[in-house]
């Protein structure tokens, strides 16, 4: 052709075009010094060609390669997205809008219908440029309701521009995709002063079609295909345009130049991909990573289960060379740790919600909290009933202002005054109380909470008014400079994208916008913004199913192409015009996506793999696959048998099917030793505790608060004592305001109210004081809550005895046996060893009650006494004679050495209820105490137990090695109870 027009070069593969534009790009040129444009659809396609040119020619230099959208920018600019949209919110009030006036109106934020509007102009420039000339002009012939975007769009006044760019004598577009109108009137115009060369991967009939009507079509001369059924199934493709039927066509050997994997979820088709590949490695020596290309409809699902799978360190796939590519700023830890700080206001700020949020590397680098502190952080959250919401201010939102307690700002005033003031006062400041239990360590952890609570506040105040682009993104940067400290470079595109949001926003920029509005740009703003590509690095890639459309790769694998991913769904909006007269070159999803799974099978040169869902991850049933998957399944059934090339994997990847010698073979070497297990002989389940530990030390003192911790819970205190942890559930931070609260809590509640009014303080000031905690419910809930309280703390104060009158003696007691010493510390009044409890009478407050006697008993001469006094009634137990106590403590600190060293079945409800059977004459192994003894285990059994022990066999473990006790009781668990709780029974009181 001549120095100026279109030309249109077409070849089935993207070789063929490469080689065509390498070879004009390399000849003769009129200006040696004039830079060569090509126009490429991705970076990934920008890597290639440089690459396969510098491989042909030995260099890349003097081309410039640049993207579709530039190029139209260049010929006739248009606003961008968010220009349009500020540009419309002034037209609202135009007559004839009134349809999209009450649209915005029932809209939180107009900015996001406006945005919708935007971007449908923008997509009538693109597709009808013909139509909004028409509008302009004051033409159209839509339906009255419709009637509103001629309107809006003739307010607007916006015509685009045409310039005349400074660009080569040869423009070279290369695998464009789908050419719009306004793409097509582009290089229609370009082509009226220069040479326009258009290069494109054969495609369907419409495709070709279009290409037609810009200029002269060029068939290129392809290469040949592989003589694979791979190469077969190619040849089908291009036969017919599009993936044919099945039937009619003959068989091929299945040389597993195409396999499909059936497996499950996205989680197991990725740890299929990782066997799979391995697998082609493992068979082809001359494979290398860079050869593979992993293309997926759904990069930001698959992207963190490929990172997770190609780290694990047993896997043979760690060592392989993978990255993960077209991934958007909106995977960028900056960018969403940004977008979740400014959601927060909207948030409630649960407690749980905001200690995950100072978890984040970012602030916690900011603020200092390691482990340890974050681990403590919980703690003081839940001790200073910390629940949710920031302050009163921000709970107003919620229509819940009245209620103050239970929010940050108290939460951490009530911190703050801990410090200062022993929480067991009833001192407050204003409406808040101290928190129990803080120490002085805690001042640097407490003072750099309230520095960031306070910075929330502060923070919230500023999001409540609106404000210009401009000024949102100087927010944005102060808030990542006040409560963020990210490592060097994490936040450079972030603060980029940033700076780039205000340039496309031009002049509209100074429009005031909301909270809700701004957030909801810059989420569509990282959405649309690539990351940093990674292309051509000599890695196997996982891209999207655009970056690598048309780049030949000697395999290619199609992960994840899922019915509820591919292809993707064409919702239209109902005013949009597009979808009520479509036209060829119009954006259609699902069309595209069928066409892409063309150019992916085409670009394969010696393989292609695809790994899908086959069965429901939760039911194991089987599903169909994404129809145009079904169809390449049936093309395959017409080439070659199709039983060869489909896989079926197993939900597990440990299971013996993945290594019984026929293919696919998994590689993980874990789970081949799982999958050895499973069909190896079954073992029984070993215990947790496998045998004796060593014994203590017989030197070594023994702590009277040991003693009675182990009594009260023996198995929770083997393992504290000599594990360093306990199996009790998890202490979690409560996130609602204490309503109704559980029985736990409410014995809290009242055990506080017990030791207040114990220590001396009036009931009307403990009210106050637990009013201000926190912890009691608001209103009419917590003063019912607390006359209960009061009520049975009344009842417990009544039944206190006369010593209880009597001030307080301290006694500190070593006291020595010949084998072991023992010490500690009680507290009598007078000669009465009292204990209270806000509960019912139970017997592990009897065993406490008990030790404590016989050690003072045994250390002091007497009489003494111990009173327990609890809601249900009061228990009173004599002390024995200093010989009798000592031989009794001589056999409870046997049972302790013992029991810390194998686990005992000493559960003192379960032990007590026996001991009962026993003293009235009943036979404990009577069947018809057997739903007792369940009740007892499960109210006592918890996980601690559950670890070593199981109902009912627990009732029946032998005696063993252990010898004292009675020697007629056949069963561990009825020593124990014999030797524990006769000698308590006998010194009972009435």
Same mark, same amino acid.
Request: proline share 8%; hydrophobic share 45%; glycine share 6%.
């Given at each position: ?242 993936? =044919? ?87 960028? =830890? ?27 590397? =970012? ?226 999803? =699902? ?400």
């Amino acid at each position: 052709m001549g120095d100026s027009g279109i030309g249109v070069f077409q070849a089935r593969h993207a070789e063929v075009l490469a080689d065509r534009l390498i070879s004009t790009l390399t000849g003769p040129a009129a200006d040696a010094f004039e830079t060569q444009l090509v126009i490429v659809p991705s970076a990934a396609m920008q890597r290639w060609l440089s690459q396969r040119m510098a491989r042909s020619a030995g260099i890349c230099a003097g081309v410039e390669f640049r993207s579709a959208a530039w190029l139209a920018a260049q010929v006739s600019p248009l606003p961008s997205e968010q220009e349009l949209t500020l540009l419309l919110h002034p037209l609202l009030g135009l007559p004839g809008l009134e349809r999209l006036r009450e649209h915005a109106a029932a809209s939180r934020e107009a900015d996001s219908p406006l945005r919708r509007v935007a971007r449908r102009y923008l997509s009538y420039l693109e597709h009808r440029p013909q139509m909004l000339e028409e509008w302009a002009a004051g033409r159209h012939r839509l339906p009255r309701d419709q009637a509103w975007q001629a309107t809006l769009w003739r307010a607007i006044g916006l015509k685009p521009d045409w310039h005349t760019p400074d660009l080569p004598s040869l423009v070279n577009v290369f695998c464009p995709g789908t050419l719009s109108q306004r793409l097509r009137g582009i290089l229609a115009r370009l082509a009226q002063s220069r040479r326009v060369d258009v290069y494109q991967v054969s495609g369907s009939a419409e495709q070709t079609h279009i290409l037609a009507a810009l200029g002269p079509v060029t068939d290129l001369p392809d290469q040949p295909r592989p003589q694979t059924l791979l190469g077969h199934l190619q040849d089908a493709f291009a036969a017919e345009g599009e993936i =044919p039927a099945a039937g009619g066509q003959p068989k091929v050997p299945a040389d597993q130049s195409v396999t499909v994997h059936l497996s499950h979820g996205l989680d197991r088709q990725v740890e299929v991909l990782r066997d799979t590949l391995a697998a082609a490695f493992d068979s082809d020596p001359t494979l290398e990573p860079r050869h593979v290309a992993i293309l997926t409809p759904d990069v930001a699902a698959v992207a963190p289960l490929v990172t997770a799978a190609f780290q694990d360190s047993a896997h043979p796939a760690t060592g392989f060379r993978l990255r993960v590519a077209d991934q958007t700023l909106a995977e960028n =830890p900056a960018a969403a740790l940004l977008l979740r700080l400014l959601r927060l206001p909207d948030s409630r700020m649960e407690a749980g919600e905001v200690l995950e949020l100072l978890a984040e590397p =970012p602030i916690a680098r900011r603020f200092r909290f390691g482990p340890d502190q974050l681990q403590r952080l919980g703690e003081l959250v839940a001790r200073a009933s910390i629940r949710w919401g920031l302050d009163r201010r921000h709970r107003a939102s919620f229509g819940l202002d009245a209620v103050v307690q239970n929010t940050w700002i108290a939460g951490v005033q009530r911190l703050l005054l801990g410090i200062a003031m022993d929480g067991n006062t009833l001192a407050y400041a204003k409406t808040v109380s101290p928190a129990d239990d803080v120490d002085s360590s805690d001042a640097a952890l407490i003072g750099s909470l309230a520095e960031l609570v306070a910075r929330l506040s502060r923070l919230f105040a500023v999001l409540e008014a609106d404000a210009t682009l401009p000024q949102w993104i100087a927010t944005c940067q102060h808030i990542l400079a006040a409560l963020t400290s990210f490592e060097p470079g994490q936040e450079q595109a972030l603060h980029a994208a940033l700076g780039r949001i205000c340039e496309d926003a031009g002049e509209a920029s100074g429009h005031q916008m909301s909270r809700w509005a701004f957030t909801r740009l810059l989420q569509r703003e990282f959405e649309g913004r690539p990351a940093r590509p990674g292309f051509g690095d000599g890695s196997a890639v996982v891209a999207g199913l655009h970056s690598l459309r048309w780049i030949p790769h000697r395999v290619v694998v199609l992960l994840g192409w899922d019915a509820e991913r591919y292809p993707r769904s064409a919702p239209h909006d109902g005013d949009d015009l597009l979808a009520t007269d479509p036209q060829p070159g119009d954006p259609d999803p =699902p069309r595209q996506d069928r066409q892409i799974l063309r150019d992916a099978v085409n670009a394969a040169s010696q393989r292609l793999i695809v790994i899908a869902a086959g069965r429901d991850e939760s039911t194991n049933r089987e599903v169909a696959p994404a129809a145009p998957i079904a169809e390449l399944m049936d093309t395959l059934d017409t080439l070659a048998p199709i039983a060869e090339l489909v896989f079926h994997h197993p939900l597990q990847p440990f299971s013996p099917a993945c290594f019984d010698g026929s293919a696919p073979r998994g590689y993980d070497p874990v789970s081949f030793r799982g999958a050895q297990a499973a069909i190896g002989p079954r073992a029984a389940r070993p215990r947790r505790f496998a045998g004796p530990l060593p014994a203590l030390p017989q030197d070594a003192p023994v702590a009277l608060s040991d003693l009675v911790a182990f009594f009260s819970h023996p198995a929770r205190f083997l393992l504290r004592a000599r594990a360093g942890f306990t199996l009790s559930d998890p202490v979690t931070v409560a996130e609602e305001i204490p309503i109704d609260p559980d029985p736990l809590a409410r014995w809290s509640i009242g055990r506080r109210y017990l030791d207040l009014r114990l220590a001396g303080n009036e009931p009307a000031n403990i009210t106050q004081a637990l009013w201000l905690s926190g912890d009691v419910p608001p209103a009419g809930l917590g003063s019912r809550l607390l006359e209960v309280a009061g009520g049975d703390v009344q009842l417990i104060t009544r039944r206190l005895p006369a010593a209880a009158a009597a001030p307080p003696q301290v006694h500190d007691m070593v006291l020595e046996r010949p084998d072991f010493t023992l010490s500690g510390r009680v507290t009598t009044h007078g000669d009465v060893l009292l204990n209270t409890e806000f509960s019912r009478l139970q017997p592990r407050h009897q065993l406490v009650a008990w030790v404590q006697l016989l050690t003072l008993s045994a250390s002091e001469p007497g009489p003494w006494q111990a009173v327990t006094v609890t809601k249900s009634r009061v228990h009173a137990l004599t002390g024995p004679d200093p010989l009798w106590a000592g031989q009794l403590l001589d056999s409870l600190v046997a049972v302790y050495r013992y029991g810390m060293q194998t686990p005992i079945p000493a559960l003192p409800r379960l032990c007590e209820l026996f001991a009962r059977h026993r003293r009235t004459g009943q036979d404990p192994a009577d069947p018809a105490h057997r739903n007792d003894y369940g009740r007892c285990w499960e109210y006592d059994g918890d996980e601690n137990w559950r670890a070593f022990f199981s109902y009912p066999e627990v009732l029946t473990l032998p005696v063993g090695d252990f010898q004292a006790g009675d020697p007629s009781e056949a069963t561990l668990l009825g020593r124990l109870a014999r030797l524990i709780w006769d000698p308590l029974v006998e010194c009972e009181r009435p």
